[in-house]
């Protein structure tokens, strides 16, 4: 019976141990990388220099720690009424330690689904972005899922 008593209390101890832990390793994983994220204040409403032209808007990732991360980043956008316009993934990327920039042309690889319609349409009849006020959100996340920046 004592033998039985000793057991569980070690098997708890373990799991209290671990419990404790893991979700504090976890959290220093994912505060090692931060992001900073530029759009020129006046962009382009033409799609096709947001195709071509590297300069409009960049992504720089900072992985502060010494191991490689493979992230995935994905991006969302809104209109200033809460409006979901699109949304994307990148491919699996490699954040080695210091920083990585991505920029406007190389981040998403038209990876887009569209949510708005009548944005879409209005995008491919005209080829412009529409005016107004959009909001990007970027989610950066981990080969294990685990989100590391926002």
């Known amino acids: 019976m004592k033998v039985k008593t000793r057991f569980s209390r070690f098997v708890t101890l373990i799991l209290i141990f671990f419990s404790a832990t893991i979700p504090d390793a976890l959290a ?5 990388v931060r992001t900073e994220f530029f759009v020129q204040p006046f ?17 720089t990732v ?6 490689p991360k493979e992230a995935v980043i994905a991006l969302s956008v809104t209109t200033n009424d809460g409006r979901q316009v699109i949304s994307g993934t990148s491919s ?7 920083s990585t920039v991505l920029n406007n042309t190389s981040l998403l690889h038209g990876n887009l689904k569209y949510y ?17 006020t959009y909001t990007a ?5 981990g080969a294990e899922g685990i989100q590391l920046a926002t």
């Open 92 to 98: 699996p990327t490699v954040l080695l330690h210091g």
């Open 62 to 67: 900072f992985n502060g720690s010494n191991i």
């Open 116 to 132: 708005d319609t009548g944005i879409k349409n209005q995008i491919i009849q005209t080829g412009r972005i529409p005016e107004g």
């Open 137 to 141: 959100c970027i989610r950066i996340t």
């Open 43 to 59: 962009p382009s409403p033409y799609v096709s220099d947001w195709q071509t032209n590297p300069s409009i808007a960049s992504l």
């Open 28 to 32: 220093q994983m994912s505060s090692n």
